[in-house]
């Protein structure tokens, strides 16, 4: 029997899953990561977290595009560590392109890794929740969950559709301890959001820190990026009491964007 309620931060090798967790690790959760990608960068996320937390910290490198992956790794976690008192689905893909030259294969991977994956991890682990009457789900939507933007359909496909699921969560389980949101950030600096600097700076021909200010300027009204931290924070209040009867929101952290 572990003495720590159990946090599953899909997408936390990096950026912002990787931001949630160190913050969760701080309110006291046991963490479990997930990510894909070299030994080194998983080990050495594994390390920040653990500096952060009185618990060890666990890992489980399912790729969760594959639905079956994903329910025999949360069974077997379920089994070893027990019921996940918090799911925080942040993992995700980007690709950008018209609608008429989308590649139809990755249009299924974006829908696979930034919608479907949501369902499976939720639907496994709500019946430990229900029966414990407590659980947070958090839901990384983005901006693009609530407006579109041109050149990313799968994604703001796929963001939308994470936000209907948020909502129809939340209101299945909305008479028990149990609440779903999501959280909807605008730029926010990590290596998703690198890739795109770099490209736009290339277009453009400026450094990348002209291409960074260039990506801010179209869209965030503050000109600022979102932290990770300020990401992790809010998840972090999302777990308390005081937060219980939030549910079914969509909150956005994104400088202004969607005010426009
Ligand atoms: P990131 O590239 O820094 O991290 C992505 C994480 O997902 C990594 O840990 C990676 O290993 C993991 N991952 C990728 N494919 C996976 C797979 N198939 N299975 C399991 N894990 C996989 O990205 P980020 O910027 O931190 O983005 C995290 C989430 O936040 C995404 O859902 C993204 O859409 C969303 N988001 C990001 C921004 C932004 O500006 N960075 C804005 C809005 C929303």
Redesign the pocket.
Known sequence: MRDAPLALV??????????IAKALAEAGYQLC?????AMD??ES?RAEVAAHSDHPVLFI??????PQAIETALTELIAEAGAISVLV??????HTAHVKDFPPEIWD?VI???LS?AFHTTRLCLPGMLADNFGRIIN?????GLVASVNKPA?VAA?HGLIGLTKATALETAETGVTCNA????????????K?IEARAETLGVSIEDGGRDLLSEKQPSKT??T?DQ?GALARFLCTDAAAQITGASLPV?GGWTAQ
Do not use: R
């Open positions: 899909t997408g936390s090798t990096s950026g912002i899953g990787l931001g990561l997930n990510g894909l990608g960068v998983i996320a490198g399912t790729d969760l595009s594959d689905n942040n993992a995700g893909m980007q991977q696979a890794l930034n994956a990384v939507a983005s901006v693009h994604y963001k959280i909807c950030p605008g730029w926010t600096h990590t290596p998703l959001i690198q795109q990026f979102v990770t990401l994104d």
